[in-house]
């Protein structure tokens, strides 16, 4: 089975703090993922990665940076927390092997999610 | 820009009900489609991936279609159980690379 694992459930942070999240993924998969989740939003990408040392923005990438130095793990690193990053924060990754049966491919496999407070 | 809707926002099913779900796209130049789904406070499980080239997908009491022309995608519950009971999310992927654009859910209560 696929595992995503991210390194906190919970998580309460002061504004202005430098805030850690990470993932881990045991797949050996090539795409790594971080979405945040909020009420009446649905999820949006922050940031992604294909490949170690690659990262390409999402769609709300402002006040966020992210680190992906080996494969299995990816990093979501947010500079000086705001309250308004108050969210839930969900980690993905998927194999860039084209999906044929059995393979499993381009289904993207989600962490149980980060819920980070900012005060 | 892809637009991902689902409707209904929530739906509330005595338990043996068959039920669908809907999600429409409004770019219908998708690479697939994917169902998941979130139990409260936790993280999404996949349920179903349609590749842009199939019509559907079967896994147990799901059945997913995709009629890609028009936008439209459906889930089909059959026999509904309260462990279905779940946040159903739609997600469109727009190349192989993989990256999803998502619906805002339906909420699914089943009453025993």
């Known amino acids: 089975d696929v595992k995503v694992t991210q390194s906190s459930r919970y998580l309460v942070k002061r504004t202005g703090e430098k805030v850690f999240l990470e993932c881990v993924q045991d797949m050996d998969h090539e795409n790594m993922f971080w979405y945040r989740q909020d009420p009446g939003l649905g999820l949006r990408l922050i940031y992604f990665s294909y490949d170690v040392k690659m990262k390409e923005k999402g769609d709300i990438p402002e006040g966020y940076s992210v680190s992906r130095e080996k494969k299995e793990r990816f990093s979501l690193i947010l500079e000086s927390a705001s309250t308004n990053q108050t969210s839930m924060y969900l980690c993905?990754?998927?194999?860039?092997?084209?999906?044929?049966?059995?393979?499993?491919?381009?289904?993207?496999?989600f962490g149980a999610g980060t819920r980070l407070s900012v005060l | 820009k892809q637009e991902v809707t689902q409707i209904p926002a929530a739906l509330s099913v005595p338990e043996g009900e068959n039920l669908v779900l809907n999600c429409s796209f409004t770019?219908?130049?998708?690479?697939?489609l994917q169902w998941f789904r979130q139990d409260p406070g936790k993280g999404l499980t996949s349920l179903l991936l349609?590749?842009?080239?199939?019509r559907e997908q079967t896994s147990g009491r799901l059945n997913a279609s995709l009629d890609k022309s028009s936008g439209r995608s459906t889930l089909y519950i059959a026999a509904s159980q309260p462990g279905d009971s779940a946040t159903y999310l739609c997600a469109v992927s727009m190349e192989y690379g993989n990256k999803l654009v998502f619906g805002a859910g339906t909420i699914l209560r089943v009453k025993s």
């Open positions: 770019d219908s130049a998708i690479y697939n």
């Open positions: 349609i590749q842009s080239s199939q």
């Open positions: 993905a990754s998927s194999s860039r092997k084209p999906l044929y049966a059995g393979s499993g491919g381009n289904i993207q496999y």
